[in-house]
């Protein structure tokens, strides 16, 4: 049976209106394939449950929650990972510099300050994040000279950090587990005490929805300054729209996860509230690990698009040596490039350390097959010279999601390993694909 020649041409505009309305709106395919993806996973898992269990625990308050701060630490990872892939490097080493540096925070709150400062001091926790960021950017800047200067392999030189570095953390920590952390470090990791509430999550998302608003009204005059084709109004007002109603109902989202009552019990006692019989609801609002991922991801973006240093990374990725051939300091770049993944490193460190209350040997383990897995399935290309801040976040998401799923649904840590290894796979394979069709 042949389509009839109404048909074809319905077809045909149907196909038109939508690459019309992309090419409007300017939005990234890749951006919508990775969401659309996201999402498929996500109801997959919650439609999932309600099969075999009865009722399904993924689309909740408490499980998006839970999996917004649980991929901060790898986001905030991933974010530096796009710089090192996109110059055609690699870096094995984040799980174990991870490592390093919280159990050096972790000795400074724990054992080294207080016997100085005396316990409780409320400097403790600021100078053991000091010293965790600026050991972390020194390891970094020296896997970039030793890449740079000394031409030896990314991969060789992040391999013997990722071995160099665990074996120090577990000499500096004599194979102990340090404990507890300052308790105002501890809310750096979450918890209901390390979130903003719903008065703060509501004054983040007022500032959310005005930066949606400034980036359009700004991005119509830059356009207008540099004599660049505008956007139609409709296009502008669906953006406006669209990152307004995300930012609102991110908001909503983690309003709607209360304290369990436990927490809230104590908090009533030692605030002296009398508890009514129904109980009260507080919320959690947005976790601090999230805000210090939102962040980074900001800080990140705007260093990326807005400088010359992400200018020179991009140069850098797309051709070595036309980019040293017109004056960039590639080696120099390097350098900088690995010191500032050093302290992303670092600074997920704080939040994965906090969030565990304790700086441990094995913190950090395979987190590198995750950052370099999220940055690759957020569209970073292992060939270089193509990668974006938010599609490293969102592929932290997507790994986060499919482990956290697995583990809702009843998958062993070997299906997970399965999973996780063949998704790489697939992505790397389907970046293969987009390339040779772009061309």
């Known amino acids: 049976m042949t389509d009839t020649p109404a048909a074809s041409e319905t077809a045909t505009s149907q196909e038109g209106a939508f690459s019309r309305f992309l090419h409007a709106t300017e939005l990234d395919t890749r951006l919508l394939g990775m969401l659309g993806a996201l999402g498929a996973i996500w109801l997959g898992f919650h439609f999932y449950g309600e099969i075999v269990n009865g009722f399904g625990a993924f689309l909740t308050p408490r499980n998006l929650w839970n999996l917004s701060v649980q991929t901060a630490s790898i986001g905030i990872m991933a974010t530096g990972m796009v710089l090192v892939i996109v110059t055609r490097h690699i870096d094995l080493s984040v799980g174990s510099v991870l490592g390093f540096c919280a159990i050096i925070m972790g000795v400074m709150q724990v054992n080294i300050l207080p016997m100085y400062l005396g316990l409780g001091h409320p400097m403790l926790w600021i100078i053991a994040i000091l010293c965790g960021l600026i050991i972390g950017t020194l390891i970094g800047a020296f896997h970039g000279f030793l890449i740079a200067y000394g031409k030896i392999p990314a991969f060789i030189v992040t391999l013997g950090g990722l071995l160099v570095w665990r074996g120090a953390a577990f000499l500096v920590a004599r194979g102990e587990t340090i404990s507890p952390v300052d308790p105002t470090f501890a809310l750096l990791g979450g918890g209901p005490y390390g979130a903003v509430g719903s008065?703060?999550?509501?004054?983040?998302?007022?500032?959310?929805?005005?930066?949606?608003?400034?980036?359009?009204?700004?991005?119509?005059?830059?356009?207008?300054?540099?004599?660049?084709?505008?956007?139609?109004?409709?296009?502008?007002?669906?953006?406006?729209?669209?990152?307004?109603?995300?930012?609102?109902?991110?908001?909503?989202?983690?309003?709607?996860?209360?304290?369990?009552?436990?927490?809230?019990?104590?908090?009533?006692?030692?605030?002296?509230?009398?508890?009514?019989?129904?109980?009260?609801?507080?919320?959690?609002?947005?976790?601090?690990?999230?805000?210090?991922?939102?962040?980074?991801?900001?800080?990140?973006?705007?260093?990326?698009?807005?400088?010359?240093?992400?200018?020179?990374?991009?140069?850098?990725?797309?051709?070595?040596?036309?980019?040293?051939?017109?004056?960039?300091?590639?080696?120099?770049?390097?350098?900088?490039?690995?010191?500032?993944?050093?302290?992303?490193?670092?600074?997920?460190?704080?939040?994965?350390?906090?969030?565990?209350?304790?700086?441990?040997?094995?913190?950090?383990?395979?987190?590198?097959?995750?950052?370099?897995?999220?940055?690759?399935?957020?569209?970073?290309?292992?060939?270089?010279?193509?990668?974006?801040?938010?599609?490293?976040?969102?592929?932290?998401?997507?790994?986060?999601?499919?482990?956290?799923?697995?583990?809702?649904?009843?998958?062993?840590?070997?299906?997970?390993?399965?999973?996780?290894?063949?998704?790489?796979?697939?992505?790397?394979?389907?970046?293969?694909?987009?390339?040779?069709?772009?061309?």
């Open 199 to 439: 008065t703060g999550s509501w004054i983040v998302g007022l500032l959310g929805c005005m930066a949606v608003l400034a980036l359009i009204v700004f991005g119509r005059r830059q356009r207008k300054n540099f004599q660049i084709t505008q956007r139609p109004v409709w296009a502008e007002t669906f953006l406006a729209v669209v990152g307004c109603g995300a930012v609102i109902g991110a908001v909503l989202l983690v309003n709607a996860y209360p304290w369990p009552k436990g927490i809230v019990r104590r908090y009533a006692s030692a605030e002296g509230i009398e508890l009514p019989p129904e109980g009260i609801f507080i919320s959690h609002g947005f976790a601090i690990p999230v805000l210090i991922l939102i962040a980074v991801a900001i800080v990140m973006t705007i260093l990326m698009s807005r400088t010359r240093f992400g200018r020179y990374v991009y140069a850098i990725g797309g051709n070595p040596e036309a980019a040293e051939l017109a004056g960039i300091n590639t080696r120099w770049m390097t350098v900088k490039i690995f010191a500032l993944m050093g302290f992303l490193t670092a600074l997920s460190a704080v939040v994965a350390s906090a969030r565990l209350g304790s700086a441990t040997n094995a913190l950090g383990t395979l987190d590198e097959l995750y950052v370099i897995a999220a940055a690759v399935i957020g569209g970073t290309s292992l060939a270089g010279g193509i990668g974006t801040i938010y599609g490293a976040i969102l592929g932290a998401l997507v790994m986060q999601s499919l482990q956290t799923g697995m583990v809702l649904i009843g998958f062993d840590a070997a299906i997970q390993q399965v999973v996780v290894g063949s998704v790489l796979v697939l992505a790397v394979f389907l970046d293969i694909l987009y390339r040779r069709n772009s061309k």
